[in-house]
């Protein structure tokens, strides 16, 4: 990995439980929480910073509006201690928020990302992140997405969604990394 993680942070995207909701189409990846639970141990472990996002919807009737269910955190993700949460009610978590005041604050140059979904709030996020600066670092395999219809009567796999995206953002705007590619990174760099 070229990037320096030395003066990186840990951005989980609305791993939020709305997402298993029947309401929504199907995900494909099986792995995603495991993955990112994995991201998020190894990147606490080494006392490196973390920085949640959560969807606060405005839409009315969203499975992902403030007091729902949905709007929780998967098990297992969400602040821990003071880890700090940041909330939006668009697709960028930099839209609305005091996220990139945090991340200048903190010597941030580097942003590692993950979440739901790849190709909305992962990729908007990714795109801005870039587009202000920051080496962007997606974490392919801890991210998930959902068929989408394609406007002529079909349905676009997810997992076709999901590989588009993420070779559009490696091609302009980020690293795209494997969760294993980048623990062991990590693990090079403390050792280090």
Known sequence: MPYDLMNAVLLPIDMQKAFDSPS?????????????????DTWRAA???????????????STLASGQPGNVFRE??????????????????????DLDLRLRRLGIDTIVAFGISTDMC???????????GYRMVLVEDACDCF???DGRGGTIPAETVH????????????????TQALV?????AEAA
């Open 24 to 40: 929504w189409p199907r995900r494909w990846n099986t792995a995603v929480d495991a993955n990112g639970l994995l991201l998020l």
């Open 47 to 61: 006392s490196k910073p973390v920085i949640h996002v959560r969807h606060d919807s405005v839409e009315p009737g």
């Open 76 to 97: 297992g993700f969400g602040p821990r201690g003071d880890e700090p949460l940041v909330t939006k009610s668009v697709n960028s978590a930099f839209i609305g928020t």
């Open 122 to 132: 992962v990729s908007t996020t990714i795109r801005m992140g870039a587009n202000l």
């Open 147 to 149: 068929d989408l219809p």
């Open 163 to 178: 590989a588009t995206h993420v070779a559009t953002l490696g091609f302009e705007f980020a690293e795209v990394v494997t």
């Open 184 to 188: 062991q990174a990590l693990a090079r």
